[in-house]
């Protein structure tokens, strides 16, 4: 392969060589501009289709938008002066359902719709025009949800009244037709709603109703729906925590009952209640004293003793008091000073929210249970799922047979789809194969006649006594393009195939000019 390759190589080396310097500058002009109008084409290619996602922007929807996009990962550009926002086509309607589904933006916005007006068109006509165009633009923004198969959105605007006052607002009603066994959540409805809401100036959430084609009232249900839980006082973060805790919980458990009694054979639900306060917990702890040190003073104090003579004086009469010499007398006291030091340890817990304070968890297995089996799965669960009974967890098992009622329904529904599509199938392959048979029919019948009306050629030997002449490859050529050359009577029918192909106006007048002088 290589010595091809550099054979390859030489060969068109030895050919630059061989030619002028006129042909090569060619050749490099050439070869330059080939090589501009290839990059030119590639950019073309490759650079994205930058369509109008939402137009006639807030400053403050703008950067909504801005800022989602690019957490998204969606590249966008701006023009209008930041009052439109342009996103790649293959993006526009997801990137549309996925900023309502989040409430973005928060205020009424601008669709792209297609300025297609006439003249002599009054303003009501105009007006309802656009409101055609924005609702075929809902519509296909609203079928690339997933699970969507077609949708029909009407919106109902009030003409305006006096003094350009509405008497009423505006509402909107969305159909969807969805695809079988599919089922939105409250999340994509919401952003439905949204995403027509926001659409429509003075139109609000509230006022546009879903309803899919089994005529469920999709958005009552996310009405009634709230964010948050006005009982227990959560908001839309915190349910969503405590969902996701329950899920991956349920997951755990589930995973692990499919491995030990088979995939489905076992329902597990998990209620876990959190607590989202956070709080900090101080605590000190003494321990052993310990003897640091100890300072012991000793004080010491003398009196010498004295006679005492005379009698108490005053108003009272006077007795002699006579007493005896005393001595010299001592005292001596000790202080003691201990320091002790105590072993204390001191602790600083901060709890976090979101730490379950009650959990309970309920297990249906597709089969009745014994007493030991309900008590050994119990305790699998329990383990699995990390079931605390200090702070109230209950598990609950149940052993009974599954209704697979409605299972067995949907299956048999499914299979009667599946009949009737293979049904079509069949009837389209026998309806294709007898259209092949009679074009195959039609074109041997076809064939058989042109080989009756051409005569075969005949070839006459040639005489004994005749003098055979010898032609010449010229004379035989020209005796073949003789044989060749069509008639007056051909060249009359193919002139005529023509102009009725052509022009068969022409050619029904020719036919009947020509009738008429039979005639």
Do not use: C
Not at 176 to 186: E, K
Not at 188 to 193: A, K, P, S, T
Not at 316 to 339: F, I
């Amino acid at each position: 392969m290589n010595q091809r390759v550099k054979e390859f190589g030489q060969k068109i080396l030895q050919w630059w060589k061989r030619q002028t310097l006129t042909q090569r500058l060619r050749f490099g002009v050439l070869a330059a501009l080939s090589l501009s109008v290839l990059l030119v084409l590639i950019n073309w290619v490759t650079s994205p289709n930058w369509q109008p996602l939402y137009t006639n922007l807030s400053p403050r929807s703008a950067g909504q938008i801005t800022t989602q996009l690019t957490q998204m990962k969606v590249p966008y550009q701006l023009a209008n002066q930041g009052r439109t926002v342009l996103v790649p086509k293959s993006h526009v309607d997801q990137v549309r359902v996925d900023l309502a589904d989040l409430n973005i933006p928060s205020s009424t916005v601008g669709m792209p719709q297609p300025l297609n007006f006439s003249l002599g068109e009054t303003n009501q006509e105009i007006t309802l025009t656009q409101l055609a165009d924005l609702e075929a633009t809902l519509a296909q923004t609203i079928n690339s949800i997933q699970g969507v198969h077609t949708s029909r959105v009407l919106i109902n605007q009030p003409p305006p009244q006096l003094f350009g006052e509405s008497a009423a607002n505006p509402t909107a009603s969305v159909f969807l037709n969805l695809n079988p066994g599919v089922s939105l959540s409250p999340s994509q409805v919401r952003g439905i709603m949204n995403l027509v809401a926001h659409s429509v100036a003075g139109l609000t959430p509230k006022e546009v109703t879903v309803v899919d084609q089994a005529g469920t009232l999709l958005s009552q249900n996310v009405l009634n729906s709230q964010p948050g839980s006005t009982i227990t006082g959560t908001n839309q973060a915190e349910l969503t925590a405590e969902d996701q805790v329950d899920n991956q919980i349920a997951q755990n458990v589930t995973s692990m009952l499919d491995q030990v009694l088979g995939p489905g054979a076992a329902v597990v639900r998990v209620n876990a209640s959190l607590n989202f306060n956070q709080s900090t917990i101080h605590s000190t702890q003494y321990g052993k004293s310990v003897l640091s040190s100890q300072q012991v003073n000793t004080k010491t104090s003398s009196q010498t003793g004295t006679a005492a003579t005379g009698g108490a004086g005053g108003n009272t009469p006077a007795y002699p008091v006579t007493t005896g010499a005393v001595g010299p007398s001592k005292s001596q006291s000790n202080t003691t000073t201990s320091h002790w030091l105590v072993d204390t340890t001191s602790t600083r817990q901060v709890v976090p929210s979101g730490s379950i304070n009650r959990m309970t968890v309920a297990v249906a297995v597709d089969k009745p249970l014994s007493t030991a089996q309900s008590a050994s799965l119990k305790s699998l669960v329990s383990s699995a799922a990390g079931v605390n009974a200090a702070r109230g967890d209950v598990v609950t098992i149940l052993g009974q047979p599954f209704n697979r009622s409605q299972v067995n329904q949907a299956l048999k529904q499914m299979a009667q789809a599946q009949r009737m599509q293979q049904i079509h199938r069949d009837i389209l392959e026998g309806v294709l194969a007898l259209l092949g048979v009679i074009l195959a029919v039609l074109l041997w019948r076809g064939l058989s006649r042109l080989r009756r009306s051409s005569p075969a050629p005949t070839f006459e030997p040639a005489m004994a006594g005749a003098p055979s002449q010898s032609l010449s490859v010229s004379d035989l050529l020209n005796e073949i393009r003789q044989s060749k050359e069509p008639t007056a009577a051909e060249a009359a029918k193919g002139h005529l195939e023509e102009m009725l192909q052509k022009d068969p106006e022409s050619a029904a007048r020719l036919i009947r000019a020509w009738i008429q002088e039979d005639e």
